[in-house]
């Protein structure tokens, strides 16, 4: 027996409870609208507060009303105002740092809240009834997202930021395979240098190289894309080698090496 269904019982015997006693309640409906209101209340009756406003209504204090609002002193103009001194937003960012701390949680917690859902489908988390219902509701919410349209000199800005970013981009297999021949035939180059298109090897002064996986650059999507960083670059004064990676790389590379090094010499004329 546990201590808390030991003290449950004793509470009952204090109470005077016994077993198959009525409840007082048993039978009984619970009224829709009390009977005092019953008597007060008549059809077509107009409510007190009927076309009264925030204006019109008394009770309320209302010293806004028909006046300005109060410009800031100038005290607390540009920098003057204590919050843009640096002493005062330095303690700022500690308050707000430990609040954070507080709220965001550790590593080793979220690797065991995870851990439930890790690696699981929707059809084994919530079932296949349930998961219908979820992927048609992501599915109606992604239909209704209104897509955001930029202008050409926002979609220019964003495209030099990304290029200032640090690379996220890693070298595949047909990559190194074209990298490490370069070497061998002392040919200097930069990987995914910050250039539009974001080629997979430049060679110096203009040649860019992109190693392209037959699977994916198959698609339309990404072909259309290809087909778009072409043209820019060409403009710009690029010369564009593109290859594939089974058909190309991986069956001659000898083949590739001499079309490069071909490139290299007509543009250097």
């Known amino acids: 027996m546990n201590k808390n269904s030991e003290k449950f019982k004793e509470h009952l015997k204090r109470i005077g409870y016994k077993k198959g006693r009525v409840a007082w309640n048993k039978g009984k409906k619970c009224p829709t609208i009390s009977e005092g209101i019953k008597k007060g209340y008549k059809k077509g009756r107009i409510t007190w507060n009927k076309g009264l406003t925030i204006e019109m209504d008394n009770r309320i204090s209302q010293p806004w009303l028909g006046k300005k609002r109060p410009e800031v002193s100038e005290r607390m103009k540009g920098e003057n105002n204590p919050a843009k001194r640096p002493e005062v937003r330095k303690k700022l960012n ?12 550790s590593k080793e917690l979220r690797f065991k809240l995870g851990s439930g859902t890790r690696g ?27 897509p955001i349209k930029h202008s050409e000199k926002t979609k220019e800005k964003l495209r030099k930021l990304a290029y200032k970013r640090k690379p996220k981009y ?38 860019c190289v992109f190693v392209d996986g037959e699977y994916w650059h198959n698609y339309p999507n990404l072909r259309e894309i290809d087909i778009k960083v072409n043209k820019k670059l060409k403009k710009l004064g690029y010369v564009v080698l593109r290859f594939w990676d089974k058909s190309e790389i991986y069956k001659d590379i000898n083949k590739v090496l001499r079309k490069i090094k071909t490139t290299s010499v007509t543009t250097l004329k």
């Open 94 to 105: 500690k308050k707000r740092k430990k609040s954070l701390s507080k709220r965001i949680l």
């Open 170 to 207: 890693t070298n595949t297999k047909p990559e190194l395979c074209l990298q490490n021949k370069l070497l061998e035939n002392n040919i200097k180059f930069e990987t995914h240098k910050k250039i539009y298109g974001r080629p997979d090897i430049f060679i110096k002064p203009n040649i």
């Open 120 to 146: 699981k489908t929707y059809e084994e988390i919530h079932g296949l009834e349930k998961a219908k219902l979820l992927k048609k509701n992501i599915s109606k919410r992604l239909k209704n997202r209104v």
